[in-house]
């Protein structure tokens, strides 16, 4: 019969690494000057033998995927198998998508009001670096939510229950903060080409959202294939 952890005076090894994963991460997001890329600081990824170097580079970076996806793929059996564990994490995983698909679109009517208002340049610039920065505090409070959530439930999970919850849940984060690492790298492009300030701004701004539905688009397939 599995017992429910009780409480202890030193921090678990799990707790840790979630603690951490939230930290680096949010370090990096108030380092960030351009575009958010929180997944260069996520949780140590030798953990699950994950080279995040490995995975960008065109040599090797299929197989890496492979054996990421993985041992994804045998953590969630692992956490599936048992009903106290099974789907604690869908909600915030959700909540995390949503969070950031709620900031896209202020920034979306940010830029939509630009070019209804007609501004200069100058406006237009000091507005998007305002909305950027107001849209890296919203991702912090949303690492913060996410992780405090995922610390609770996986404190609540069976001892023998929680070194797999708390691996498949930073997994999971890992890949959709590579998400995000898109969605902040499209912000930034729509800054550059405001501060280009050419005849075509607005469109070249409005392609750049298009992107961004397919990137939304993306993350929910994703999503969807987890929780299915």
């Known amino acids: 019969m599995t017992t429910v952890a009780s409480t202890a005076n030193e ?19 108030q380092e960030s000057q351009g575009s958010i890329n929180i997944t260069a600081y996520l949780a140590n990824p030798e953990s699950f033998g994950v080279d995040h170097q490995s995975l960008h580079s065109a040599e090797d970076g299929v197989e890496k995927l492979k054996q990421y996806a993985g041992k994804l793929k045998e953590r969630l059996a692992l956490l599936r198998a048992n009903p106290t564990s099974d789907d604690k994490f869908e909600p915030i995983t ?17 830029t ?14 000091e507005t998007m670096r305002e909305a950027r920065q107001r849209a890296k505090k919203q991702s912090i409070n949303s690492i913060d939510r996410s992780y405090d959530d995922a610390v ?41 080409a405001i501060s280009q300030w050419l005849e075509d701004v607005w469109e070249k701004v409005k392609e750049v959202w298009n992107t961004m539905k397919g990137v939304f688009v ?9 929780s299915g």
């Open 112 to 125: 939509d009001k630009l070019q209804d208002d007609k501004v200069d340049k100058r406006t237009a610039m």
């Open 152 to 192: 609770e439930i996986t404190d609540h999970q069976p001892e023998d229950q929680q070194e797999t919850v708390a691996d498949v849940w930073v997994l999971i984060y890992d890949q959709f903060l590579r998400f995000t690492d898109k969605i902040f790298n499209l912000f930034l492009d729509m800054h550059n």
């Open 218 to 226: 993306e993350i929910w397939q994703w999503f969807n294939n987890l």
């Open 94 to 110: 959700r909540a995390l998508i949503e969070d950031h698909q709620n900031l896209s679109d202020d920034l979306k009517a940010v």
């Open 11 to 29: 921090t678990s090894a799990w707790k840790l690494r979630l603690r951490g994963a939230q930290s680096k991460a949010k370090a990096k997001v």
